[in-house]
C-alpha cells in the first residue's frame, strides 16, 4: 500500500495505475475506520482494479471548532486496518496540502442541502461538496463510494456529479449496524457508556416506523408519531428531527398525508455533545 500526503503524489500513483488499463475506485473518508468504512473499501475491490482511501478531517465542513477539534483522529491505525483490506492508495493530505491558504471558490450545493443535516448545520454540504470536488479532480476515480448512513449526503453528491458532470460513478453502500443495531459511525467513539446505551433508540424508532408500515399503518403523522415516542422516553435524547421523506428529493411527505410508495425515514439526534444521524428506506406493500 502506498501513503502519501500530496496532490501530485496521488495523481501520479493514481495515472500509473490508469496507464495499466486499471479501473480507479476512490473511498473518501474523515478516517477514524470502522467496519461501515471497510464496507465501503471492500465494495471497491470488488468493483474496481485499484482503491484509493483518503483521509482527511476536512475543516471546511465543520461549522463548529469544538466539533472539529473532538473528531476522532487515529491515523496510525486507519492504516493497518486498509493495509489489511488490500488498498492500493492512501491519500492523507494535512490541511496545508489540501487547501490553498486564500482559497476562496466553494461549491454551492443547491436547495437540497438546505433542509435537514443543512438546516441544523449550516454550510456544512458546502464544504462537504468542495472537498469531494477536489477529490474527484485529484483522483479522477471511475468509481467513488459513499455510506447510505449519510443519507442526504450521498443524495447530495449524486446531484454534484450530474450537475457538474464530474465523470465518476456515485456508488451508495448499505449501513453497517452493530450488533444492537446502532449505525457504526466515527462519532460513536465519542459516546459515554451510559450514552452509548441510549443511542440504540435511534435504530429502534426506525424499526417503530417500519413495524407501524408493516402492520398496515399509512398516516405520515401517526408513522412519525410513533417515531417521536421512541424519543420522548429517553430524555437524554434530544430529537433534532424524525420524518419521513421522498426518497430522492428529501421532501417531507407529512403534506401527502398517507404513504403510498416507497420513503425513506430520516432522523438526527442528539446525546449530549454528540450528535447522531440514521435512516432506512420504507416501503409499503399492498
Ligand atoms: O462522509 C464523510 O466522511 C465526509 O463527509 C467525506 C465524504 C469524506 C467528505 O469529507
Known amino acids: 500500500m502506498e501513503r502519501v500526503s500530496s496532490k501530485e503524489e496521488a495523481r501520479s500513483a493514481v495515472l500509473a495505475a490508469r496507464r495499466e488499463g486499471k479501473r480507479i475506485?476512490?473511498?473518501?473518508?474523515?478516517?477514524?475506520?470502522?467496519?461501515?468504512?471497510?464496507?465501503?473499501?471492500?465494495?471497491?475491490?470488488?468493483?474496481?482494479?485499484?482503491?484509493?482511501?483518503?483521509?482527511?478531517?476536512?475543516?471546511?465542513?465543520?461549522?463548529?471548532?469544538?466539533?472539529?477539534?473532538?473528531?476522532?483522529?487515529?491515523?496510525?491505525?486507519?492504516?493497518?486496518?486498509?493495509?489489511?483490506?488490500?488498498?492500493?492508495?492512501?491519500?492523507?493530505?494535512?490541511?496545508?496540502?489540501?487547501?490553498?491558504?486564500?482559497?476562496?471558490?466553494?461549491?454551492?450545493?443547491?436547495?437540497?442541502?438546505?433542509?435537514?443535516?443543512?438546516?441544523?448545520?449550516?454550510?456544512?454540504?458546502?464544504?462537504?461538496?468542495?472537498?469531494?470536488?477536489?477529490?474527484?479532480?485529484?483522483?479522477?476515480?471511475?468509481?467513488?463510494?459513499?455510506?447510505?448512513?449519510?443519507?442526504?449526503?450521498?443524495?447530495v453528491i449524486g446531484r454534484l456529479v450530474r450537475d457538474l458532470d464530474e465523470p465518476t460513478t456515485i456508488v451508495g453502500c448499505p449501513i453497517v449496524r452493530e450488533r444492537d443495531g446502532l449505525a457504526m459511525s466515527s462519532r460513536n467513539a465519542l459516546l459515554s457508556p451510559t450514552e452509548r446505551g441510549e443511542a440504540v433508540a435511534l435504530c429502534e424508532a426506525l424499526e417503530a416506523a417500519a413495524q407501524a408500515v408493516a402492520w398496515g399503518e399509512r398516516d405520515i403523522a401517526t408513522i412519525e408519531s410513533a417515531l417521536a415516542e421512541e424519543f420522548a422516553s429517553r430524555p437524554s435524547l434530544e430529537l433534532d428531527y424524525a420524518a419521513l421523506v421522498d426518497p430522492e428529493t428529501l421532501a417531507p411527505l407529512r403534506e401527502a398525508g398517507s404513504l403510498s410508495g416507497p420513503a425513506r425515514v430520516i432522523l438526527a439526534a442528539r446525546l449530549g455533545s454528540v450528535r447522531l444521524i440514521d435512516n432506512a428506506a420504507i416501503a409499503p406493500i399492498e
Open 25 to 155: 475506485g476512490l473511498v473518501p473518508t474523515m478516517g477514524a475506520l470502522h467496519d461501515g468504512h471497510l464496507s465501503l473499501v471492500r465494495a471497491s475491490r470488488k468493483r474496481a482494479d485499484y482503491t484509493a482511501v483518503s483521509i482527511f478531517v476536512n475543516p471546511t465542513q465543520f461549522g463548529d471548532a469544538a466539533d472539529l477539534n473532538a473528531y476522532p483522529r487515529n491515523l496510525e491505525h486507519d492504516l493497518s486496518l486498509l493495509v489489511a483490506e488490500g488498498v492500493d492508495l492512501v491519500f492523507a493530505p494535512s490541511v496545508g496540502a489540501m487547501y490553498a491558504a486564500d482559497a476562496q471558490v466553494v461549491v454551492s450545493p443547491g436547495p437540497l442541502a438546505d433542509m435537514w443535516e443543512g438546516a441544523s448545520r449550516p454550510g456544512h454540504f458546502e464544504g462537504v461538496c468542495t472537498v469531494v470536488t477536489k477529490l474527484l479532480n485529484i483522483i479522477r476515480p471511475d468509481l467513488a463510494f459513499f455510506g447510505e448512513k449519510d443519507y442526504q449526503q450521498l443524495k
